[in-house]
């Protein structure tokens, strides 16, 4: 045509025809499409370029979803390697970082639009499940300086030198094992994470609680380590939701308690711990507060973790009635969100020599949580419908 759209109001006319070196996964092609120029935005339009959705890149959206793929499998270069290696494409490490990048952040902006809907109450959902769970657990990720500028240190001392990034999964649980045992609803499983504040990380988290039908659910579990900033997360967006601190924290509490004040691996560290975990086991945390306030350290490091351990036990005595949750059918550990911190931070963002931007580890957070969730073919069908 003479004339086409701008996109922004305005008629843009034909200037001649350019070519334009695309790879794709079967190779490298030239193709040679209309440029127009609109007068009123002083800027080109190239239609075919969008048809073809290679937009400011050389590269066909089959390439970068290889590319993405496995940039948020493996280290960058390792990707370029395997790519080069298993499909014959060859690309340049920086290519796949960027395209790796655009693609979370095309991810997390489609997602962004399907929480906004969620919490507009959009989402209509014709099941109800038994129990739905909502894990939530933080692990820190090594940052470039200027991320962590005037940031202080876990240990109080010093510059830090990670960011937390924030993991949420929610997942469902209709019956028992054939021992007995909570069984999780085989894949029901999904994720959200990002470095953000607890505020922003609620929102996320509550919506795809939502997303996932929690407003159907009988009953809703939140489980955590007993960090603070979870579970006033919890009493804010899932209030009368029944909350459980992760056993297996709560037995490290008093493992460390006892090293502390007996020396590691001594017969009586282990006795006194082993003696606390059965109770703790049994849901008499009163009975464990008790047995820790008739302690007696004797120096300021053995009192000063006494001291946190008694508060501990004591602000999550109503999240440890371990023995009351298995007779409801309750899972008591969270070692689903564990596992998810090690497969989608742990495995891809904590590697030797690795060091992230904000931006950066977002977009990969993205990336893995789409896969592990599932959710990688329905992105790029709401992709290409967008």
């Known amino acids: 045509a003479a004339r086409v759209a701008c996109g922004r109001g305005h008629e843009a006319v034909f200037v001649e025809h350019r070519t ?26 190239i239609p075919r370029d969008a048809e073809l ?31 080069e290696a298993l499909a014959g494409i060859v690309v340049q490490t920086k ?3 960027r395209v790796s990048e655009a693609i979370g952040e095309q991810i997390e902006a489609i997602h962004r ?6 919490l507009a109450g959009k989402v209509v959902l014709l099941h109800s499940t038994p129990k739905m769970y909502v894990a939530i657990d933080g692990t820190g990720v090594p940052m470039v300086p200027r991320e962590t500028k005037g940031r202080i240190g876990k ?18 649980q209709t019956g028992l094992d054939e021992r007995g045992r909570p069984a999780r609803d085989q894949g029901s499983t999904t994720y959200v994470g990002a470095i953000e504040t607890s505020e922003e990380f609620g929102g996320r988290i509550f919506a795809e609680a939502i997303r996932r039908g929690i407003r159907r659910a009988d009953k809703t579990i939140v489980l955590g380590d007993g960090a603070l900033w979870i579970w006033n997360l919890a009493d804010e967006h899932f209030p009368g939701a029944i909350q459980i601190v992760d056993l297996y924290h709560a037995r490290e509490h008093l493992n460390e308690l006892a090293k502390v004040l007996y ?15 059965v109770e703790l086991d049994e849901g008499d945390v009163e009975k464990v507060i008790s047995s820790m306030t008739r302690l007696r350290p004797t120096t300021t490091a053995q009192q000063d973790e006494l001291r946190r351990s008694v ?3 004591q602000t999550n005595a109503h999240r440890m009635r371990y023995a009351d949750f298995r007779r409801q059918g309750l899972f008591v550990g969270s070692g689903v969100i564990e596992a998810g911190c090690k497969t989608i931070a742990g495995r891809r963002l904590k590697q ?15 990336l893995r949580c789409c896969e592990l969730s599932g959710r990688w073919e329905s992105f790029w069908e709401a992709r290409s419908a967008a």
Not at 155 to 172: I, Q, S, Y
Not at 355 to 365: C, D, K, L, P, S
């Open 311 to 313: 508060a501990y036990f």
């Open 53 to 83: 959705d290679i937009v400011g890149t050389s590269f066909s959206p089959g390439v970068r979803r290889l590319m993405s793929r496995l940039g948020g499998k493996e280290a960058f270069d390792e990707a370029r390697e395997d790519l």
């Open 263 to 277: 020396g590691p691996g001594t017969p009586k560290a282990k006795a006194w711990a082993d003696l606390r975990i």
């Open 155 to 172: 240990d109080g001392v010093g510059p830090a030198k990670t960011r937390e990034v924030k993991l949420g999964c929610v997942f469902t």
């Open 20 to 45: 334009k070196a695309v790879q794709t996964v079967l190779g490298s092609l030239t193709i040679r499409r209309a440029y127009y120029h609109c007068g009123s935005c002083r800027d080109g339009v």
């Open 95 to 97: 290519q796949v970082e």
């Open 352 to 366: 030797s020599g690795m060091r992230w931007t904000v931006r950066g580890a977002n977009a990969i957070v993205a």
């Open 113 to 118: 639009k399907e929480r906004k809907a969620a």
